[in-house]
């Protein structure tokens, strides 16, 4: 988790503790494993999709997405999740058979695969994005072309059957897109805009992703301010 992301989340928490926060319009839909169903979120409404797993997806105002295929063991942790979102945005969290295996995500324009970790989606307009929150990887494939990236708030568009990047995804945009799971983004705007008043501003990363290794093993902490930065993402560290 980037030194941004626990700033944002521990703040979060104090705006709840402290009750500054408008209350939204939330809805919890629990999934078990070999149900399959359809999911829409309403105009002014936020979906929190829960897995028997602990896999969560959480859907946007206006978002539709369906589960096609679900499928768990919790003797062993094993099992395969595919859903399809045809609209809105969506962050994925994985869940414990995430650690085994990734998490598909159809969507008109490209496949994605989650592999340990969180990504946000977002469709519209004949347009996909996708990037990765934290986490081992990302993957976005377009019949048998194949994109990954696996460094947090590095992403890829898709569109026309033509995958743009890997590249990083603007931090305004990021904090634009969490807002869109709080009524009014009261909640999220506040709590980034404190994180970031914190944290100082972004620093734009050195090298390219392909000059650091795709392993998602911890390497030792370096101590950074108040945060301990990771050169490399922990599958488990999902924020």
């Given at each position: ?9 521990s703040t979060i928490v104090a705006l709840l503790l402290n009750g500054n926060a408008d209350a939204a319009v ?63 945005k969506a962050r994925v969290s994985g869940g414990r058979l995430n650690d085994g295996a990734s998490i598909s ?27 990765l929150l934290n986490g081992a990887g990302l993957t976005a494939v377009i019949g048998e072309n194949r994109t ?92």
């Amino acid at each position: 988790m980037t030194c941004f992301s626990r700033i944002l989340a521990s703040t979060i928490v104090a705006l709840l503790l402290n009750g500054n926060a408008d209350a939204a319009v939330w809805r919890n839909v629990v999934v078990q494993a070999g149900e399959t169903q359809k999911i829409e979120a309403g105009s002014e409404e936020t979906v929190d999709v829960l897995f028997s797993d602990g896999t969560s997806v959480i859907l946007g105002p206006g978002a539709s997405l369906t589960v096609t295929e679900y499928g768990y063991d919790p003797a062993t942790g094993k099992g395969s999740l595919s859903l399809q979102l045809s609209g809105g945005k969506a962050r994925v969290s994985g869940g414990r058979l995430n650690d085994g295996a990734s998490i598909s995500i159809q969507t008109p324009e490209a496949n994605f695969e989650l592999e340990a970790g969180s990504a946000m989606i977002k469709t519209s307009d004949g347009k996909t994005t996708g990037y990765l929150l934290n986490g081992a990887g990302l993957t976005a494939v377009i019949g048998e072309n194949r994109t990954r990236v696996f460094r947090p708030e590095f992403g890829v568009t898709a569109s026309q059957g033509v995958v743009d990047g890997p590249q990083r995804i603007d931090p305004a945009v990021v904090t634009a897109d969490l807002e869109t799971f709080s009524q009014g983004g009261t909640l999220v705007a506040a709590a980034a805009k404190q994180a970031g008043d914190q944290s100082g501003p972004a620093k734009k990363p050195t090298g390219s992703p392909s000059s650091r290794p795709a392993s998602s093993t911890l390497s030792k902490p370096k101590q950074q301010g108040t945060c301990l930065l990771y050169t490399s993402p922990s599958p488990r560290d999902r924020g």
